[in-house]
């Protein structure tokens, strides 16, 4: 089973900024589709972003259009996801997944149901 990993998370003051990074061992990360998820307390993961393979597509959740950005270095084998403009509603454990469909737009497989591997999760807090 591959090993999925999530770092970069912490405490954040609102407006402020973290970048999250994903990597992977035994998993060619550079041949999967990857995305972000995340899940409050109380509430159902929601997909935040995720990036194709070849990093030519990719989408966003309405919520973080504008504040976050994906992207992912291949020769590394990391995907990140900078996030600006934090707000206390950003507050949620963030989940990074991949998906090994061969597909051009990632929008359609950008739902957690589509994922086949995942990361245990890394906590972001905004709150002054």
């Known amino acids: 089973q591959p090993q999925i990993a999530e770092s970069g998370g912490g405490l954040v003051q609102p407006g402020g900024s973290l970048r999250l990074s994903c990597a992977a061992s035994?998993?060619?990360?550079?041949?999967?589709?990857i995305g972000w998820f995340r899940q409050a307390p109380g509430k159902e993961r929601e997909g935040v972003s995720c990036?194709?393979?070849?990093?030519?597509?990719?989408s966003y959740a309405d919520s973080v259009k504008g504040r976050f950005t994906i992207s992912r270095n291949n020769t590394k084998k990391t995907v990140f996801l900078q996030m600006n403009s934090l707000k206390p509603e950003d507050t949620a454990v963030y989940f990074c997944?991949?998906?090994?469909?061969?597909?051009?737009?990632?929008?359609?497989?950008?739902?957690?149901?589509?994922?086949?591997?995942w990361g245990k999760g890394t906590l972001v807090t905004v709150s002054s």
């Open positions: 997944a991949a998906n090994s469909r061969r597909i051009v737009d990632v929008q359609p497989i950008c739902h957690s149901g589509a994922m086949d591997f």
């Open positions: 035994a998993l060619t990360l550079n041949l999967y589709n």
């Open positions: 990036i194709s393979s070849s990093g030519t597509s990719t």
